[in-house]
Every structure is written in structure tokens, then in C-alpha cells.
């Protein structure tokens, strides 16, 4: 595959730096410890760039691997080998414990949290007998394979590449992923992601666990590097360094983490050799100019230095079309008469002092396209939000073919075959249009994480690219497929919206302000498409306020004014009705 060539070039070149002739060795040891930090920076990515949280803790973890192999091949001689899987299982199940606790934390207080357990497992490091207190563990074994044993920094770097560049494949491979593309959702909040299935809770946790097990693979191999550990490295001011790392790479991006890490540990072994002989030696100042360049740094490439880096080259995009003869089993619709499939009863939504939605009543049978109108503030969105299941009704009830689903998660809604767009537009903007639609289709997919590290699979990824695809070929953006989100005008993003809520193969489709922002020849092909989705088995409930496109679409119009229902009826008579007017038609004329 193309996109893993330079991957395979870069991993010949870092085989062949050790071979070159006159190679210093000290440049070895920084590469040893480039690779090590990338190691760690690269599960940073993932958490913190692509997943939107922040974590000033990751050295801790780095300290799990490191003190596990530690006590076990130094205190009980048990082989490296076999401590390389406890090291990471160790930090992964501390990434568990911590994550469950943490993940749920947001705004400021994610990353408060993290420092919290960055210093207390740093002082637990220094405090417990068995890890040698402030002392620490010496006299580490080296790894060897068979005879080969690494006992200097050039020996042990090929283990230290070789795990940077697996994990860097690994992670390449999650991301471009369903798993993937439901990390990639976190950073946009949980309502779109959860509204298309994914268990947001778990989708944190996961990237949790990976980046404690990249940390934990470093701390592994910087125990047998060293051969001695003390808490100093695993402390908060580490913490706080590889998050630099991170965003000065690009946080983003897993070669960004690889890239940060080189600037970082450069920078910084520069500054050291070189600032004491500039300025005579007045000492701790490199941590000031270092301080500085990095937010030099930062304000010329401010979303990392790897993007900026890959932006100068020539852009090739990967817009390979999926193939559309794959198909994914669809639903199993009832045939034939129609029949009531959402019941929306005496629903009840109150928000303080506010009646957003006051007990409104109304259903949407098979086959129906049913516009839901009002003036701004009339409770629209909010049904919308009660019957997906994002706000829980304070009163009433809602049923879909009959079973009730109050405080049904919008997880399990969905499920159910009622998919939705946003009124503000829920779109990763950074992905594809592809990616964005496919992740619409999440719930259609099997795959795992493992066997998307593996690249197992290929097979149920090919199908729900397909899907994604081909619901983006029936909106009408076929040529923009290939296309970022967030560079399509707003008009187009809700309908790449619609895309993505076709993707669930739904039985009834919530849109809400679907029209907003699209021109008149635009507007009359959503007005078609909606149509021949109804005629072909579909029900649609739409918000909107452009009438003209309301009146002429919809079987049926329930209007609601101030979270009340003030009428239900045939587009004629609700034009004509002297209440509607004057609540509502009167402002619109
Ligand atoms: P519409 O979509 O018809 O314009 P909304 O459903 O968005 O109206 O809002 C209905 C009313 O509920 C408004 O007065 C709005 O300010 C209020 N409201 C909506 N969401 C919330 C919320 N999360 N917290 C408090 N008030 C809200
Ligand atoms: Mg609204």
C-alpha cells in the first residue's frame, strides 16, 4: 500500500544511521532517547490531539513499565522478555483504574486530574520500599537475544526503533479505523458520536489504555537502556514535557509525536552544551530560552510543526473511491399498510423556569414526511433532542411501533432506526466527508480495535466505506467525497449531515433545519431526495422555517408555539389556520 512506503523508508533509514561511518556515538544516545520520548508522545497524539484530552500525567505510566521490569528482572531475575508484557499490562490496567476515574471528568478538570495523578503516583514512586524510594532500582539487566547482549546505547537502539515504528503502524492503522473514526468524534463532544452509537465512556477509555501501553513500552525499554531507575524521570515536570512534545509535533498526528519529540530532546541537548559557553555559564537558563523558542515555535506553526512540515510538500490525496458493489445487510422493514412508528405523548421538557417542551402530542406514521414548525425558541430542537434520546423527557412519554423508550441512551435509540442531523452542524471538520458519512454506519461494523491494529479489518471497512460512499453519491456529493468537512460551505455540511444519517439505514429520519443555507436549485434536489426516501419506505420529521419548501414537501405540519402545540394538520389547512398566522406564518410573510 502507498501510504505505508514512507513508512518503510524511514524505518531503512533509522536502520541504516548506526551503519554510517564516524558516526558519533553520543548522537546515538540522543536518538535512543528521541525514540523513547516519541514512543510516548505518540499515545499523547491519540489522547490528547485526536481524542481532545489532555493529560499532563503520562510519565507516570512511562514509571509503571519502568518500575515493573525493574522489581522483576532486577529484585526476582525474571528475564526482560517476559517482563515486557507485564510492563504493559501493568500500565494498562492503571490506565483503567485511572481512566474510569478520569474520563469522566471535563472541561479543566480532565487535565487538573491528570497532574493530580501525575504528582501522587511521582511521590508513591519515591515513598515505596520494594521501588527503592528516592534511590530507586539499579544493576537492570540488559535484553539480549541469545548471545547478543545490549549493553550500550548503539546496541539497545534497534529495539527502541523497531518498537517506535510498530507502534507508530499501529496507531496509524487504529486511526484509519471505525474504532478510529469514533476516537476521532470525541474531540467534537459526545452528542454526534453517541447519536450514531458509539459508547463514548469506552472510546475515551480505549485511548487511554493505548496511550499508557505506548508509555509503558517506553518505560520499559528505558529501564533496560539505563539499567537503573529512580522517580525523577516519572515526575510531573516529565509529564508536562511530553505534552510539549506533543503539540510542538503536532498533536494531531503520530509522526508529529516522533517529529516533536527529535525538536524537544534536540532543542534542548543544544541549549544545554551550547548556552552555558555563549552566556559564561549562568546556569538554568536554557530552561528559559528553551521555554521560549517553544512558544516561538508554536505561534509559527500553531497546530505543530508536522502538519506545517507536510503542508509545504505537494499534496497527494488519497481519494481512493470505495468500491460500491459491497453492501452491508440492511434492515428488515415491515412491508405494507402503514402504521404509527414514533409516538411522541404528552412529552415534557422543562429547563429551570423554562417550558421548552409542554406536553405536546403527536406521531409520524411509515411513509410520512411530518414538518415540525415554529417561531425560534418554540421547542423544535429540544423535541428533537427528547425523542433521540440526548435530553430526558421531564414528563410524557415517547414509543416507537409501540415500545416504549423513555430515557433510552440516543446509543440505543439510534439503534432503533432513528438517525438525525444537527441544527449547528456536528461534523469533524478535519476528516473527509468519506470518513465523516462512514461514521454513520458505526453500529453496521464489527471490527475492534486489535483487529484494526492488525489490519484485520479490511474486509467490514471496505463495506462501510462503501456505504458511506454510496449515500454520499445519492445527496448529490460525489465530488467532494475526498473533500475536509470543515472546507464545504455550511449548506453542504448539513447535507453531508443527511449522508451520515443515512448511513444508520434508518427507519425515520430527524433533520433539522435541513434547508438552512442552501440555494434554491439545492434546496428543490433535497426536496426530491426526501421524497423518493419516503416513497421508498422512509419517514422523515424535519424542522424548518423556509415555508415554501415546508408547505410543498410535507404530508403533514404540527406547529409549536412557545413549547405548546397550537395545530396539526394538512400543509392546506395549517396555511390557512388564523392561529398559526398569527403565532407564526404572520412573522414569516
Ligand atoms: P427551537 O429549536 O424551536 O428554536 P429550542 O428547542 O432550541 O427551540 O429551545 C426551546 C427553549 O428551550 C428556548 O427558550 C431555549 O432557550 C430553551 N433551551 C433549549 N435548550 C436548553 C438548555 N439546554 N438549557 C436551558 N434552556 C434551553
Ligand atoms: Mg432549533
Given at each position: 500500500m502507498n501510504d505505508r512506503l514512507p513508512i518503510l523508508f524511514f524505518a531503512l533509514v533509522m536502520a541504516a544511521i548506526p551503519f554510517i561511518p564516524g558516526m558519533p556515538p553520543f548522537w546515538i544516545v540522543l536518538l535512543d532517547n528521541i525514540g523513547l520520548a516519541a514512543l510516548v508522545a505518540m499515545g499523547l497524539v491519540l489522547l490528547t490531539g485526536v481524542g481532545g484530552l489532555t493529560s499532563f500525567g503520562q510519565a507516570a505510566f512511562v514509571g509503571f513499565g519502568a518500575y515493573t521490569t525493574a522489581v522483576l528482572s532486577a529484585t526476582y531475575g525474571v528475564s526482560p522478555w517476559l517482563t515486557l508484557p507485564l510492563s504493559l499490562i501493568v500500565s494498562g490496567v492503571f490506565a483503567v483504574l485511572l481512566g474510569l476515574i478520569t474520563v469522566r471528568l471535563s472541561g479543566h478538570y480532565l487535565p487538573l486530574g491528570t497532574l493530580a495523578w501525575g504528582l501522587g503516583l511521582f511521590y508513591l514512586f519515591s515513598k515505596l520500599e520494594f521501588l527503592g524510594r528516592n534511590d530507586g532500582i539499579s544493576a537492570i539487566p540488559p535484553l539480549s537475544i541469545g548471545g547478543y547482549r545490549m549493553l550500550d546505547p548503539a546496541s539497545i537502539y534497534f529495539a527502541i526503533w523497531v518498537a517506535v515504528v510498530l507502534s507508530a503502524l499501529?496507531?496509524?492503522?487504529?486511526l484509519d479505523s471505525?474504532?478510529?473514526r469514533a476516537i476521532r468524534a470525541l474531540r467534537r463532544g459526545h452528542i454526534a458520536a453517541e447519536a450514531f452509537g458509539v459508547h463514548t465512556p469506552?472510546?475515551?477509555?480505549?485511548?487511554?489504555?493505548?496511550a499508557a501501553v505506548l508509555a509503558g513500552l517506553s518505560g520499559w525499554l528505558y529501564a533496560h537502556l539505563q539499567r537503573a531507575v529512580n522517580p525523577t524521570p516519572f515526575g510531573a515536570q516529565a509529564g508536562i514535557e511530553y505534552l510539549f512534545i506533543a503539540v510542538v509535533g503536532g498533536a494531531g498526528y503520530v509522526w508529529g509525536g516522533v517529529l516533536g519529540a527529535a525538536i524537544v530532546v534536540i532543542l534542548k541537548e543544544v541549549l544545554q552544551s551550547y548556552l552555558p559557553l555563549i552566556l559564561h555559564g549562568s546556569g538554568q537558563l536554557e530552561t528559559i530560552v528553551f521555554g521560549i523558542m517553544l512558544v516561538a515555535l508554536l505561534q509559527l506553526a500553531p497546530a505543530g510543526v508536522w502538519p506545517w512540515l507536510t503542508s509545504l510538500l505537494p499534496l497527494r490525496t488519497n481519494g481512493k473511491a470505495p468500491d460500491t458493489s459491497l453492501l452491508l445487510p440492511a434492515r428488515i422493514r415491515a412491508a405494507g399498510a402503514s402504521e404509527v412508528l414514533l409516538q411522541v405523548d404528552k412529552a415534557r421538557k422543562q429547563f429551570g423556569g423554562v417550558i421548552a417542551v409542554n406536553n405536546v402530542s403527536f406521531d409520524v406514521q411509515t411513509r410520512e414526511i411530518v414538518a415540525l414548525i415554529g417561531p425560534n425558541g418554540a421547542g423544535k430542537s429540544t423535541t428533537f433532542n427528547l425523542i433521540t434520546g440526548v435530553l430526558t423527557a421531564t414528563a410524557g412519554s415517547i414509543s416507537v411501533l409501540g415500545r416504549k423508550v423513555d430515557n433510552a441512551p440516543p446509543q440505543e435509540i439510534v439503534k432503533l432506526g432513528i438517525s438525525r442531523t444537527f441544527q449547528h452542524v456536528k461534523l469533524v471538520p478535519d476528516m473527509?466527508?468519506?470518513?465523516n458519512?462512514?461514521?454513520g454506519a458505526h453500529l453496521r461494523g464489527q471490527s475492534g480495535p486489535i483487529a484494526s491494529m492488525l489490519r484485520l479489518d479490511r474486509a467490514d471497512e471496505a463495506r462501510l466505506l462503501a456505504e458511506a460512499a454510496r449515500q454520499i453519491e445519492r445527496v448529490g456529493l460525489a465530488d467532494q467525497m475526498h473533500q475536509l468537512a470543515g472546507s464545504l460551505s455550511l449548506g453542504q455540511q448539513r447535507i453531508v449531515e443527511i449522508a451520515r444519517a443515512l448511513c444508520v439505514d434508518p427507519m425515520l429520519l430527524l433533520l433539522d433545519e435541513p434547508a438552512a443555507g442552501l440555494r434554491h436549485m439545492e434546496k428543490q434536489r433535497l426536496a426530491a431526495l426526501l421524497r423518493q426516501l419516503r416513497d421508498g419506505g422512509m419517514s422523515v420529521l424535519l424542522v424548518e422555517h423556509d415555508m415554501g419548501f415546508v408547505m410543498d414537501l410535507a404530508d403533514r405540519v404540527v406547529v409549536l408555539d412557545f413549547g405548546t402545540k397550537i395545530a396539526e394538520g394538512t400543509p392546506a389547512t395549517i396555511k390557512s389556520n388564523p392561529e398559526v398566522i398569527k403565532?407564526?406564518?404572520?412573522?414569516?410573510?
Open positions: 499501529l496507531t496509524v492503522n487504529l471505525r474504532t478510529g469506552r472510546a475515551k477509555l480505549l485511548v487511554f489504555i493505548h473527509t466527508v468519506l470518513e458519512v462512514a461514521i403565532a407564526y406564518l404572520g412573522v414569516a410573510a
